[in-house]
């Protein structure tokens, strides 16, 4: 059984620089979220998307980033004109759809921690 | 107010004990409560998740949910000093298309030998 999985697991970039992010869910999962956490804080929710669909968003979210999952299997997370205020560990977690409406677990991949300099 | 509150910790119980990690929630339309653990420098590691009024038991650990109080804690007993870690509590809301968790700031805790 293969866990989430996300590429690269370190990124180091100059402010204004555009960085891209990989993620491959659990294969049996149609769920794919991604999160952001800073230090000495929980994951902070960006988005995420059920098979293609991208059904929901946070403010956090701004129009600096976008996330894809074209073809319902793996998604990227762009962050375009990076800012010092980028820098974090950006989780993606995949899970299987909600069971008679009730969040179910979701699995993290072991995360990208990006640094912009 | 923060949906999901947890005291930062640190907690700090001699190995064998019992630790206890509390978390409570604001929004009454929660239904799903998870316990993840984190190591420091690594993401986080679903523990147990709890639906129902009441206790859950897995080996060591055991999940209590009071919705009334909107209060969820996680039991540790025995325990052991690879237990030293961020406790992180998260709570989602119900619905078929809501998805995301809301996490608190974490609990950390140490167990000395």
């Known amino acids: 059984d293969t866990g989430v999985s996300q590429d690269p697991r370190h990124k180091i970039t100059k402010r204004g620089q555009n960085v891209t992010f990989r993620c491959d869910p659990i294969?049996?999962?149609?769920?794919l979220y991604w999160y952001r956490q800073t230090l000495g804080q929980g994951p902070e929710f960006l988005t995420y998307?059920?098979?293609?669909?991208?059904?929901?968003k946070s403010r956090l979210l701004s129009d600096r980033f976008s996330a894809e999952r074209p073809k319902g299997s793996f998604s990227t997370l762009e962050i375009q004109r990076t800012e010092q205020g980028d820098s974090a560990m950006y989780l993606c977690?995949?899970?299987?759809?909600?069971?008679?409406?009730?969040?179910?677990?979701?699995?993290f991949g072991p995360g990208t921690r990006l640094t912009v300099l | 107010q923060k949906e999901v509150e947890q005291n930062s910790g640190p907690l700090s119980v001699p190995e064998g004990a019992i630790a206890s990690l509390n978390c409570t929630y604001s929004?009454?339309?929660?239904?799903?409560f998870f316990w993840y653990r984190q190591y420091s420098g690594k993401s986080p590691e679903l523990i147990m998740f709890?639906?129902?009024?009441g206790d859950k038991e897995d080996g060591r650990f055991t999940a209590q949910l009071n919705k009334a109080s909107q209060y969820v804690s996680l039991l540790i007993r025995d325990s052991q000093p690879s237990d030293s870690a961020t406790y992180l509590c998260?709570?989602?809301?119900?619905?078929?298309?809501?998805?995301?968790?809301?996490f608190g700031r974490g609990t950390q805790l140490t167990v000395w030998p």
């Open positions: 977690a995949s899970s299987s759809s909600n069971f008679r409406g009730l969040t179910v677990a979701q699995y």
């Open positions: 294969s049996e999962h149609n769920r």
């Open positions: 998307f059920q098979n293609e669909a991208q059904l929901e």
């Open positions: 929004d009454r339309g929660s239904q799903s």
């Open positions: 709890i639906y129902s009024n």
């Open positions: 998260a709570a989602g809301r119900r619905g078929s298309t809501l998805g995301r968790l809301y």
